[in-house]
T-cell receptor
Framework: LAKTTQPISMDSYEGQEVNITCSHN???????ITWYQQFPSQGPRFIIQGYKTKVTNEVASLFIPADRKSSTLSLPRVSLSDTAVYYCLVGRGSQGNLIFGKGTKLSVKP | DARVTQTPRHKVTEMGQEVTMRCQPI?????VFWYRQTMMQGLELLAYFRNRAPLDDSGMPKDRFSAEMPDATLATLKIQPSEPRDSAVYFCASGSLRSGGLTDTQYFGPGTRLTVL
């Protein structure tokens, strides 16, 4: 299973764009990259998933370079409610489990 | 809005007692996951099922933990006997393969906060 490395914490201010980068050097050819968000006292919530290049939805964008050894979650114009832990996962859930690392604790300040 | 439900939400028990946690996956989902979350270890996968069959329970202490799916609408995680080190939040998640993708999108329940005294 591909191991992921991401910053333990990040600080930002309301209205700023936040980019969280995840390293996954030993990602396998068939692995997808998935990001989850977890608020205190809640279970993680799916944000976005991608395989290569760029994926965008109503919540975030995911940038994946050609070598796929890293990925960047981009949150446009964050608000206080975006304060949460963000997890990067790599794998094929249908073939095995997905490993949650320690995640990145994002703190958004007014 | 379909959700994963878990009961009980909170459980306080004494060491040595049996604990049973229940999960109702989202209707139509064929994969169920059990996780444990602590401050020290983060989120750990304990076991998961697909179409009610256990696929992987390597993350689970075999001597005291057991996970089952009696039917498609119910998953259970049992600890017998419980120990203080089992204190954690236990999450159940159900999943479905994303259209065009190969990775389950997991929908998490609210969790069961277990305290073993």
């Amino acid at each position: 299973l591909a191991k992921t490395t991401q910053p333990i914490s990040m600080d930002s201010y309301e209205g700023q764009e936040v980019n969280i980068t995840c390293s996954h050097n030993n990602i396998a050819t068939n692995d997808y990259i998935t990001w989850y968000q977890q608020f205190p006292s809640q279970g993680p919530r799916f944000i976005i998933q991608g395989y290569k290049t760029k994926v965008t939805n109503e919540v975030a964008s995911l940038f994946i370079p050609a070598d796929r050894k890293s990925s960047t979650l981009s949150l446009p114009r964050v608000s206080l409610s975006d304060t949460a832990v963000y997890y990067c996962l790599v794998g094929r859930g249908s073939q095995g489990n997905l490993i949650f690392g320690k995640g990145t604790k994002l703190s958004v300040k007014p | 809005d379909a959700r994963v439900t878990q009961t009980p939400r909170h459980k306080v028990t004494e060491m040595g007692q049996e604990v049973t946690m229940r999960c109702q996956p989202i209707l139509g989902h064929n994969t169920v996951f059990w996780y444990r979350q602590t401050m020290m270890q983060g989120l750990e996968l304990l076991a998961y099922f697909r179409n009610r069959a256990p696929l992987d329970d390597s993350g689970m202490p075999k001597d005291r933990f057991s996970a089952e799916m009696p039917d498609a609408t119910l998953a259970t995680l049992k600890i017998q006997p419980s120990e203080p080190r089992d204190s954690a939040v236990y999450f159940c998640a159900s999943g479905s393969l994303r259209s065009g993708g190969l990775t389950d999108t997991q929908y998490f329940g609210p969790g069961t906060r277990l305290t073993v005294l």
